[in-house]
């Protein structure tokens, strides 16, 4: 939407005339430090817009998403917001907490404190038993660190908790 429009405003922000691709006079309004800061802010706001009409709707797990999901192996829990994301683009993107808080009240993620600080979720003995599982990776700084993943029988559980929302 506003694809042209954003197009031409941008090129005038940048002293263009967008028909002839001829640089304007120096001595030009669109030359102006104001002018240019105003017209890239209008594009900003028209990239961003979203009419009311088309707004995302909340998130409410559809009946048919264990049907259309197209489950892996082996994904972590923000690939499967992400594959939700793209099944269902007119709803809200769901939020990672909601799946980890789930898990963590039935016992099949727990939080710990890392040595930095920061909190984190691992997968417990009883996560096991529904496809979750803590696994081990190497970061592109040779690091190693723990990422919970989830088999199928594990993205199959986290659909059925979204349902039962």
């Known amino acids: ?31 102006n430090a104001d002018i240019i800061r105003t017209l890239y802010k209008v594009c900003d706001e028209l990239e961003n817009f979203v009419p009311e009409n088309m707004k995302k709707s909340d998130f409410v ?34 939020k990672r907490n909601l799946i980890s808080d789930l898990l963590v009240q039935k016992g099949i993620l727990k939080r710990v404190e890392c040595n930095d600080g920061k909190i984190k979720n691992i997968a417990t003995e009883l996560a096991s038993q529904y496809g979750i599982y803590n696994v081990d990776r190497i970061s592109v700084f040779g690091r190693t660190y723990q990422v919970v993943t989830y088999n199928k029988l594990g993205q199959k559980y986290v659909l059925s908790l979204l349902k039962d929302l």
């Open 1 to 31: 939407m506003f694809e042209q429009e954003i197009q031409v405003l941008k090129a005038l922000a940048n002293g263009v005339n967008f028909f002839t691709g001829e640089k304007c006079e120096n001595d030009s309004i669109l030359n």
């Open 61 to 94: 797990c559809p009946f048919d998403i264990e049907e259309k999901f197209e489950y892996e192996e082996e994904m972590t829990v923000t690939k499967i917001i992400d594959k939700i994301s793209t099944l269902y683009p007119n709803m809200k993107k769901i």
